[in-house]
């Protein structure tokens, strides 16, 4: 990244040569407000990603924490930060910190259990931050509940955050299918049965919404349930 940073920072520079990258650094990690950035605000905050991504190439996970905190300090409205600088710290930094105790042969499961813990914990509270700037973003429910599906292998804690994406403006089709089949998965069967019926009569028919699909699994439900035919669902539409 050597050839773009330095053009890049000597353009920010430009601006304000009064500026140095290592004490602004320095300023930000102790919560000192940068008002004079002004407009350079976002301008830098794209400099200083491919920084970060500089130091996730060197797994050097105690500047990398550092560096995505300085990035969304200086501009919180890309969800692009927020959201790569979560997988970083939920997926990137446990394989890490698990290969310096030894690896995933010599590591005890407990041990790596507590890493995901601890990490999920750090990335959590980033995607909180988040929710803070941007409360409406499907992306960001999605994010949490993926790290609790992915990562934690929490099922119930994923299908809630699952169903939280799926109630928001912006949210994808298939929040509210992955939500209902980590019902099933729990063995909340009748939860789940519920819950497809109402989402088949909300959802509009549109392919991307896969009505049909969703009417499967609700007769799926029904014979596991043993639903009698006559309260069985009837789709409107």
Do not use: C
């Not at 813990?117 to 973003?137: C, T, V």
């Not at 819950?195 to 499967?216: D, R, S, V, Y």
């Amino acid at each position: 990244m050597r050839p773009i940073e330095a053009p890049a920072w000597q353009s920010v520079k430009a601006g304000q040569s009064e500026m140095n990258l290592e004490a602004l650094e320095g300023a930000l990690g102790q919560g000192l407000v940068i008002g004079v950035l002004g407009g350079f605000r976002a301008i830098l905050a794209d400099f200083l990603w491919i920084r970060t991504n500089t130091i996730w190439e060197r797994k050097d996970r105690a500047k990398l924490d550092s560096m995505v905190r300085l990035v969304t300090t200086l501009d919180p409205r890309p969800d692009f930060f927020w959201i790569n600088g979560s997988r970083m710290i939920a997926y990137d930094v446990p394989n890490w910190r698990i290969r310096e105790e030894g690896g995933y042969s010599d590591v005890p499961e407990e041990r790596q259990q507590a890493i995901d813990l601890e990490q999920s914990a750090q990335a959590f509270d980033l995607i909180d931050q988040a929710l803070e700037f941007h409360p409406d973003n499907a992306k960001l429910y999605l994010e949490k509940a993926q790290i609790y599906l992915n990562r934690l292998k929490d099922d119930a804690n994923a299908a809630k955050w699952f169903l939280q994406a799926s109630q928001q403006a912006d949210a994808p089709y298939f929040a509210a299918r992955i939500h209902a089949e980590l019902l099933r998965k729990q063995g909340l069967d009748e939860e789940a049965y519920d819950f497809l019926k109402n989402l088949h009569i909300q959802l509009p028919n549109t392919p991307f919404a896969q009505k049909g699909i969703i009417l499967e699994r609700i007769l799926d439900l029904e014979k596991t349930l043993e639903i009698p035919f006559w309260e069985r669902f009837i789709p409107t539409e």
